[in-house]
């Protein structure tokens, strides 16, 4: 089993709609849990940070339960900019390693 | 705040010659910076992680003859593919952990490298 899973999609979604993605991870001493977010032939940038109790920016959520092992991000009123790779980030307590999914792929339809 | 830039930005290269990649932090000091490597439609995988005036502990797998790494400063990581091959072609990136007390990376804009 990965030690971090998504699924990879495509998820193709008309504009302004409601998308969410789910991540799982294997390891329970995972200590921090981010969204980044990769265009194609990029680098990764930050999307958010996932905290426990759960946190809002804009029209992004992000979801951490410890119990189930996943994280979730919700994106509402999607636009044609958000067409892009979501990639989950683990990293391991004690370690400051990054483990990647292998990204989700959106792609948001006029 | 917290730009990583890398260079060169592509590079291609005939077989067996070797490249070196730079890492730098442009407006803070980075005392972990970090390798990884993306092959077309897979996700980034770790190579490596590269401490300021330390050797880079490298993962499972990952040759450190044929990749050397050298962070020679605070804002400086090289890697170098020695001897490459056309399996060595690949989307590199680096990225520089910003503060000792957190687990925030930011990520150089990668290198695509080559290997004829």
């Known amino acids: 089993r990965k030690e971090v899973e998504q699924d990879p999609g495509p998820f193709n979604v008309p504009e302004g709609a409601t998308v969410a993605f789910n991540c799982t991870y294997s390891?329970?001493?995972?200590?921090?849990f981010f969204w980044y977010r990769q265009d194609c032939r990029k680098e990764p940038k930050l999307l958010m940070s996932?905290?426990?109790s759960g946190n809002e920016d804009g029209r992004f959520t992000a979801q951490l339960n410890r119990a189930s092992q996943y994280i979730s991000l919700l994106i509402r009123d999607s636009k044609l900019s958000d067409s892009a790779t979501y990639l989950c980030?683990?990293?391991?307590?004690?370690?400051?390693?990054?483990?990647f999914g292998t990204g989700t792929r959106l792609k948001v339809l006029a | 705040g917290a730009v990583v830039s890398q260079h060169p930005s592509w590079v291609i290269c005939k077989s067996g010659t070797s490249v070196k990649i730079e890492c730098r932090s442009l407006?803070?000091?980075?005392?972990?910076m970090f390798w990884y490597r993306q092959f077309p439609k897979q996700s980034l995988m770790l190579m490596a992680t590269?401490?300021?005036?330390?050797?880079?502990?490298?993962e499972q797998g990952v040759e450190k003859d044929k990749f050397l790494i050298n962070h020679a400063s605070l804002t400086l990581s090289t890697l170098t593919v020695t001897s490459a091959h056309p399996e060595d072609s690949s989307f590199y990136i680096c990225?520089?952990?910003?503060?000792?007390?957190?687990?925030?990376?930011?990520f150089g804009p990668g290198t695509r490298l080559t290997v004829l």
């Open positions: 990225s520089a952990r910003l503060a000792v007390r957190t687990d925030t990376q930011y």
């Open positions: 390891n329970s001493a995972s200590q921090s």
């Open positions: 996932v905290y426990s």
């Open positions: 980030v683990v990293v391991t307590s004690g370690t400051y390693k990054y483990i």
């Open positions: 407006d803070f000091q980075a005392t972990t």
């Open positions: 590269s401490n300021e005036g330390s050797k880079a502990t490298y």
